[in-house]
Nanobody, 124 residues
Framework: QVQLVESGGGLVQAGGSLRLSCAAS????????MAWFRQAPGKEREFVAA????????YYADSVKGRFAISRDNAENTVCLQMNSLKPEDTAVYYC?????????????????WGKGTLVTVSS
């Protein structure tokens, strides 16, 4: 059983930056692909970014490409999401998720484990 705990959310002005972190425990972190999803008020949860277990492949939603960067540290069992040039439409609860080896690594149904989320609010 893998436990995921997100941190780093908060309130930021448009154009600002935030760095989200997700700490994993209870499993072999390096065998999981990791992803970030988000859910804005009144909307369905959507994919944001993902990184494969080897850290050699990343994938981003078009809405965040060029502004967000996902990274992982397999020695520290953490995955981070650096968010730059934030916009009010980035306001959402951000969730960290883990997909086991062999599962689809950037869609919801590929994820086996989820964190509880961290709120990001971007003011205009």
């Amino acid at each position: 059983q893998v436990q995921l705990v997100e941190s780093g959310g908060g309130l930021v002005q448009a154009g600002g930056s935030l760095r989200l972190s997700c700490a994993a425990s209870g499993g072999t972190f390096s065998s999981y692909s990791m992803a970030w999803f988000r859910q804005a008020p009144g909307k369905e949860r959507e994919f944001v970014a993902a990184i494969r277990w080897t850290a050699g492949n990343t994938y981003y939603a078009d809405s965040v490409k060029g502004r967000f960067a996902i990274s992982r540290d397999n020695a520290e069992n953490t995955v981070c999401l650096q968010m730059n040039s934030l916009k009010p439409e980035d306001t959402a609860v951000y969730y960290c998720a883990a997909a086991p080896y062999g599962r689809r690594w950037y869609v919801e149904d590929g994820m086996d484990y989820w964190g509880k989320g961290t709120l990001v609010t971007v003011s205009s």
